[in-house]
């Protein structure tokens, strides 16, 4: 009795605030501790007498709640009688199909009817089961994991807009796939084809470029293909009434996808076909073709043609994997999730470089039958909890410490009911699964304990799914149907945890290579062709590695793109080896040298066409020249002098187009000038008066150098300073004539401009430069803008428009200020910005390249000539003429005077060495097996 009475001591302390709104429990009376012992164990069966008839009202508010939920059902099943009726025949017939359809793969003897799904449609729509129907979207990644806050949140509220999108009649699938590539695909994988090349030098260029991204494809996941389907499942009557309610969910999917700026599109039925073979047969290549392998007369169906040779769901006696032909493979199940989840545990999954697919279902509920689900909930859970309180009363102890999970329970469900009354959030049933493939069942086991430890991380618990592996395989494939009735309740904000999106790739047919992704080691193709913007920049301190990455994408273009011609404004006189070594010309401008270029020029096949807009142009650039040289003296340019330099070069022009004879140069211009009776036109021709008869008179001649050859390049390094903006819109208004030109004969013109920020200086100039890249845009010119300071950019919010309406930026290591300066015009995320910090390595940054955002790791081998030629470090152009002055000795002459042809011998024997030492030798295996790659 001792210890009972000391069990009652605290009974006071302990029943303090159990009456608390919305908890169970009872209130002890305050003269508890006076009662007698007989009293107290008569109060004790008065506690458990209340207790009881507590248990009892909450057992009859259950079935209150059940029986009004049922009279609500019943209610609502009168007033429409009628279609419950044939709702539910047609239920009934349907699920008795189903049934039996499902019987039959269950139990099917041969690999065609094992496949769940019974006819695929040339449009896509799948006929899944009798009267149930799915469709497929395939949709891109986008940057979500190094996006801004902000950003990530614009992501997951889209996602949750498109999952409460779905009504409760609909399943909704989301894959996201990695495919190896086959065997055949890595090894005829041919980056820039040598055939194409105009000659041998940039054969030998396109050939060690594609050891060079060979070798770079090893180090990342290239060699495997990662898509992204979202998959739809509803019911109809036939094909028909389903195409017509999959059109309009497609115009609604394709608004809410597009506010994230994702691409969506449905898939046909071959696209549907070929990524079902290539979760059943990864290693064989799809060959289906509708009109060719079925017909009205044909017996077979589109599961004869991607069915594997044979399917083992109990290979060596075990029923935890299966064997598909010569593949071992296992589908696993999200059993149990932490709460809160990490949004990283797909994009963690996938980025594993295995094969591996990654599915989840969601089936939306009514609101009003998820309510009563949670009711219902919420009641048992009550009606749990005064069982647990009756027995801590019983035997003695604390009553108001409830088991964690109870309580926690409790907690859940009252948040969760809350969220779907008060919140915009639906309830949804969510299944995961996981599916992954190996040579052997030892290299399968090691995959599947890296996707375990991989989930755990992310607060996802994995376990194998065994004897219901056929099954599984049904699951995982994306049809829209789940076959594993493994799921638990999520909202909407807990499902859109499951981000299908991880780290954007960039990998589009035709373009060039832009190094690799910082984060997945992938390669970076893109073709500037597919951008709507042609403006770009290339941004960076010095040596940051702005020239490299230039020279790079130029030697990109020059082999992807053989009809296309390239032109430069250098600088700093480091493109010269580059130029001539693809055979095309190189002008050096400056006082003594003997370059000439026309800056009034014109195209004259366009003469009549247009000859009133190409003299309004030349006129805006003699304006600009004037207004840049008024500035650099810190005179004013005004309104009055434009109207004479626009009077003055119509004067010239018409002068041309009457009496016909040699082009306009700038001395007919200055004394046109000279001509005019104001004496500010004096002054203007005074200003000009040392472009034409003084020792900078280099522009003041027709133009005498070769501007046809496919790659040019016009050196203004020894150009003074004060004539800088003067030299750069001369050579704009040549280009611009080539433009012209090479539109007319369907011809793209790249232009790369250093120095860029200098033509963002003066008013007059960017309005030039803003006419020159709007024409650039109509005429197929793609213009990039080299520049090591944004401080004219900060300054003036024209250039600031030009900047941010263009589509290709490559940001390189940056100051502060203009580090600042572009997470501000861009929006760049932290993560973003510190690829481009003080501590970025040469070559690294961010590429933004369209809504695109990628992380490049600019690394390129130094044991090959395109290194040599790129490389601007000073540093290695000493050992480079050393090299060369070595070769000339032998050659009994001085390093000029080395031929390209020796060169280029020189190069091959090196290339051949190198290529014999790498082959492995007879009888030993390679290094890279098919396998390995």
């Known amino acids: 009795m001792a210890n009972k009475d000391e069990s009652f001591k605290n009974m006071e302390t302990l029943a303090e605030g159990l009456r608390r709104p919305g908890e169970v429990g009872f209130e002890l009376d305050p003269e508890f501790a006076k009662m007698s012992k007989r009293e107290r164990k008569r109060y004790v069966k008065k506690v458990h007498k209340e207790l009881d008839r507590e248990l009892s009202a909450k057992r009859s508010e259950i079935r209150d709640a059940r029986a009004a939920a049922k009279e609500a059902e019943r209610t609502q099943a009168k007033s429409a009688?009628?279609?419950?009726?044939?709702?539910?025949?047609?239920?009934?017939?349907?699920?008795?199909?189903?049934?039996?359809?499902?019987?039959?793969?269950?139990?099917?003897?041969?690999?065609?009817?094992?496949?769940?799904?019974?006819?695929m449609f040339e449009n896509g729509i799948c006929e899944v089961e009798e009267g149930y129907?799915?469709?497929?979207?395939?949709?891109?990644?986008?940057?979500?994991?190094?996006?801004?806050?902000?950003?990530?949140?614009?992501?997951?509220?889209?996602?949750?807009?498109?999952?409460?999108?779905?009504?409760?009649?609909?399943?909704?699938?989301?894959?996201?796939v990695n495919t190896p590539l086959r065997h055949d695909q890595i090894r005829d994988r041919q980056f820039y084809d040598p055939s194409r090349q105009a000659n041998d030098v940039l054969k030998e260029d396109a050939e060690t470029m594609n050891e060079v991204l060979s070798d770079k494809l090893a180090e990342g996941v290239s060699n495997i293909k990662r898509s992204r389907y979202m998959t739809i499942g509803i019911h109809a009557n036939n094909p028909i009434e389903?195409?017509?309610?999959?059109?309009?969910?497609?115009?609604?999917?394709?608004?809410?996808?597009?506010?994230?700026?994702?691409?969506?599109?449905?898939?046909?039925?071959?696209?549907?076909?070929?990524?079902?073979?290539?979760?059943?047969?990864?290693?064989?290549?799809?060959?289906?073709?509708?009109?060719?392998d079925l017909s009205i007369y044909s017996p077979d169906s589109s599961k004869d043609f991607i069915a594997p040779m044979s399917i083992n769901f109990k290979p060596d006696g075990s029923n935890m994997y299966f064997k598909v032909d010569d593949k071992y493979c296992q589908v696993l199940v999200m059993r149990k999730y932490d709460s809160p989840l990490e949004d990283t545990v797909v994009a963690n999954l996938v980025n594993m470089s295995m094969p591996i697919e990654v599915t989840w279902y969601l089936q939306p509920m009514e609101k009003s039958k998820a309510i009563n689900f949670v009711k219902t909930r919420r009641a048992w859970i009550d009606a749990e909890t005064i069982e647990e309180q009756k027995k801590a009363v019983q035997q003695g102890y604390d009553y108001s410490i409830l088991p964690s999970e109870l309580r926690y329970s409790r907690e859940e469900t009252e948040d969760l009911l809350t969220q779907l009354q008060g919140q915009q959030q639906h309830l949804f049933m969510f299944s995961g699964l996981i599916y992954t493939w190996a040579e052997s069942p030892e290299k399968l086991t090691e995959q599947v304990l890296q996707i375990l430890d991989v989930a755990s991380s992310a607060g996802v618990q994995v376990e194998t799914l065994e004897y219901r592996q056929r099954q599984g395989l049904n699951s995982i494939l994306p049809l829209g149907l789940n076959h594993i009735e493994i799921s638990r309740p999520f909202t909407t904000s807990e499902a859109c945890i499951f981000v299908p999106f991880a780290t954007q790739e960039l990998e589009q047919?035709?373009?060039?290579?832009?190094?690799?992704?910082?984060?997945?080691?992938?390669?970076?193709?893109?073709?500037r062709a597919n951008l709507a913007s042609p403006v770009g920049f290339i941004s960076g301190k010095t040596g940051s590695g702005k020239g490299f990455f230039a020279k790079n994408e130029i030697e990109g273009t020059l082999?992807?793109?053989?009809?296309?011609?390239?032109?430069?404004?250098?600088?700093?006189?480091?493109?010269?080896?580059?130029?001539?070594?693809?055979?095309?010309?190189?002008?050096?401008?400056?006082?003594?040298?003997?370059?000439?270029?026309?800056?009034?020029?014109?195209?004259?096949?366009?003469?009549?066409?247009?000859?009133?807009?190409?003299?309004?142009?030349?006129?805006?650039?003699?304006?600009?020249?004037?207004?840049?040289?008024?500035?650099?003296?810190?005179?004013?340019?005004?309104?009055?002098?434009?109207?004479?330099?626009?009077?003055?070069?119509?004067?010239?022009?018409?002068?041309?187009?009457?009496?016909?004879?040699?082009?306009?140069?700038?001395?007919?211009?200055y004394e046109e000038l000279k001509r005019q009776p104001e004496p500010m036109a004096q002054n203007i021709a005074l200003r000009y008066e040392r472009f034409v008869s003084g020792y900078s008179n280099f522009f003041n001649h027709e133009t005498d150098i070769d501007l046809t050859a496919r790659t040019v390049g016009l050196n203004f390094k020894d150009v003074p300073d004060s004539m800088l903006v003067f030299a750069l819109i001369s050579f704009c208004e040549t280009v611009r004539n080539i433009m012209y030109s090479n539109f007319d004969q369907g011809r793209r013109t790249w232009l790369y401009i250093e120095e860029m920020e200098s033509l963002f200086k003066y008013p007059s100039v960017l309005n030039y430069f803003r006419r020159f890249a709007n024409e650039c845009r109509k005429f197929g010119m793609y213009l990039?803008?080299?520049?090591?300071?944004?401080?004219?950019?900060?300054?003036?919010?024209?250039?600031?428009?030009?900047?941010?309406?263009?589509?290709?930026?490559?940001?390189?290591?940056?100051?502060?200020?203009?580090?600042?300066?572009?997470?501000?015009?861009?929006?760049?995320?932290?993560?973003?910005?510190?690829?481009?910090?003080?501590?970025?390595?040469?070559?690294?940054?961010l590429l933004v390249f369209g809504s695109a955002r990628v992380p490049i790791k600019g690394e390129f081998p130094t044991d090959n000539h395109l290194y040599e030629l790129f490389s601007t470090d000073p540093n290695e152009w000493a050992e480079k003429k050393a090299r060369e002055a070595l070769d000339a000795a032998k050659h009994g002459g001085t390093a000029e005077n080395v031929a390209p042809q020796d060169e280029f011998r020189r190069r091959k024997r090196v290339r051949g060495r190198k290529k014999k030492r790498n082959e492995p030798k007879q009888g030993s295996q390679s290094s890279k097996s098919g396998s390995d790659v």
């Open 81 to 119: 009688a009628e279609v419950t009726k044939k709702l539910k025949e047609r239920s009934a017939k349907s699920d008795k199909l189903t049934a039996e359809q499902r019987r039959v793969r269950d139990n099917a003897k041969n690999v065609v009817d094992a496949i769940g799904y019974n006819r």
């Open 133 to 176: 129907y799915s469709e497929t979207l395939s949709f891109d990644d986008i940057t979500y994991q190094n996006a801004r806050d902000d950003d990530q949140k614009t992501i997951l509220a889209a996602m949750c807009d498109i999952y409460n999108y779905f009504p409760a009649d609909t399943t909704v699938q989301f894959s996201v």
């Open 242 to 292: 389903a195409r017509t309610r999959f059109s309009r969910i497609n115009t609604d999917l394709t608004g809410n996808f597009e506010q994230i700026r994702c691409d969506v599109t449905p898939m046909t039925g071959l696209e549907r076909l070929s990524v079902l073979q290539s979760l059943l047969r990864p290693d064989r290549k799809f060959t289906f073709d509708y009109e060719r």
């Open 509 to 527: 047919e035709g373009g060039s290579w832009y190094y690799q992704n910082k984060l997945s080691n992938n390669l970076v193709f893109g073709n």
């Open 559 to 669: 082999l992807s793109k053989p009809d296309d011609q390239v032109i430069i404004f250098d600088r700093a006189g480091e493109y010269k080896l580059l130029v001539e070594h693809a055979g095309g010309t190189y002008a050096s401008f400056g006082v003594g040298l003997d370059a000439h270029l026309n800056p009034l020029g014109m195209d004259k096949r366009r003469e009549s066409e247009d000859f009133g807009t190409q003299v309004a142009f030349k006129a805006d650039a003699m304006i600009a020249q004037a207004a840049a040289a008024a500035n650099e003296t810190m005179t004013v340019f005004s309104e009055e002098e434009r109207s004479i330099i626009q009077r003055c070069v119509e004067n010239i022009f018409r002068r041309y187009n009457v009496e016909g004879g040699r082009e306009p140069i700038l001395e007919d211009f």
């Open 784 to 845: 990039t803008g080299i520049t090591q300071s944004t401080e004219s950019m900060i300054r003036n919010q024209d250039a600031n428009a030009i900047v941010k309406n263009s589509d290709f930026i490559m940001l390189l290591k940056q100051s502060k200020e203009d580090r600042d300066y572009w997470a501000d015009a861009l929006g760049l995320s932290p993560l973003e910005v510190a690829c481009i910090d003080e501590g970025a390595p040469r070559g690294w940054g």
